[in-house]
């Protein structure tokens, strides 16, 4: 998708009349995928788990300038012993049906939700809780199976806090579609690709506190037409903007266009444990092994990523603790030692195999191509992110190019341990792997979690169940008027945004 001439004709439309989101205080936000719902446990979709940001609250929260916790839902916590933490509550506030906020709700929330039978996505979120107990109405303790020590993370990070009566009452499948919180804002509608939140009038006092008063978000799938559509006035705010474009956008008068770092990574699972049928090749370790020599990361950093992009050598975030780079085996960029190992795997004449992608066509393309060089016929589709996480977690493609953002948190156990967990995530089935993993997620000792997940990660990088491919630079384009500022954590915070 290329714009040039386009645009300047865009940009003359983008110099009519403003629309009408400073003069209402209204927002407009462009997204390319349908919302899933607004349960954020069993939505893990980027703009899924932004909206739940929105309307739910957590207990507490890493601020993203800081990066250090602090009072949401609760007001104090403290670590009881190695498995307990223990949380006092806010007082005072009320869920946007009304009902007050108290122990209970957070028991019945996280209680269910750990639960595996009730069907969270991410189960790394929340399979470490053992108990959620109510000490008075107003203080509750979390309870892990083993010691935890990324417990804060996902407690700030991934866990918002329903009201647990109101959730009985209309279950689960309700719920997602009619949901009620705590957060600054609240669900007004629903409908036709469009969802409408206003502000939240009885929000506490809170740095979640928000200033725009409406948010308007509209589905607009297709790339070229979002991007029109914010340089013409129909929306004010859009991601997932390709990197080719982002420079073009802000050159328009009254737009701007950044890349933004993020702490997501981007890989390519494959499909090692066999999961798509009898046959597939993927299960031998030298075609994975080919796999990774035959596709020239560097290139497509340099050429299709843009920002600030890096090639990774590592299935996790750099920065996230316990992602040890120098434990990974690293593979060069070598087609000639793709095809020998093929040959010595048996497949001198190559092989066909499925692959799914999301988000960027021109990098799953790329991919695609540098398989082909070496006589591995990839059969490429384009999914919605949904589907291709889907078609992943239910063991229907070989090859996945997808990418993961660890709900922003700072912790390998939120990569390693979503994808190394034996879960529907987990298309290795390592068991020596998902060892080493659990044993790192059940301890206090930095050391020897640590020691674990570089061990875990050698065998991973070894045994090449993936490609660790690049970091994800994010592309934002949005009304130059509007006050808002990407964060590294991949999570545009539209509450702390003002004309």
Known sequence: MKFHASLALAALVAASPAMAGPDDNSLTIGLGEELPGFDGYTSTSRDGVVMTRHLFDTLIWRNPETFEYEPLLATEWSRIDDRTYEFKLREGVTFTDGSPFAADDVVGTLTYWSNPENGARSQSSVSWIETVEAVDDMTVRIVSKEPFPAALEFVAGSLPIYPWDYFEEVGAETFNREPVGSGPYKLETAQGGTTTLSINETYYDSPKAASIETLMIRTIPDDA???????????????????????????????????????????????????????????????????NHAIDKAAIVANLVGGDGEVIDVPCYPMQFGCDVDAAVTYDYDPEKAKALLAEAGFADGLTVSMTSYRDRARAEAVQAYLAAVGITANLEMLQARASFSGWREGQTEVWYGDWGSFSIADAQASLGN?????????????????????????????????????????????????????????????????????????????????
Do not use: C
């Open 419 to 499: 994808f190394f967990d034996g879960s529907s995530n987990d298309g290795f089935r390592d068991e020596e792997v998902m060892a080493l993993v659990a044993e790192a997620a059940g301890t206090v000792d930095e050391e020897v979690r640590k020691a674990n997940y570089a061990e875990a990660i050698k065998l991973i990088t070894e045994r090449a169940y993936m490609v660790p491919m690049h970091t994800v630079v994010m592309g934002y384009a949005y009304d130059s008027a509007l006050n808002f500022t990407p964060n590294v954590d991949e999570i545009p915070r539209f509450f702390t945004a003002s004309w």
């Open 225 to 291: 037409t979002r991007i029109a559509e914010l340089l013409g006035g129909g929306i004010d705010w859009t991601w997932n903007v390709p990197a080719d474009q982002v420079a073009q956008i802000d050159s328009v008068p009254g737009r701007t266009g950044v890349l933004g770092s993020t702490m997501r990574i981007a890989f390519i699972g494959l499909d090692a444990a066999g999961r798509t049928g009898e046959g597939n090749p993927l299960t031998d370790v030298k075609v994975r092994q080919a796999i």
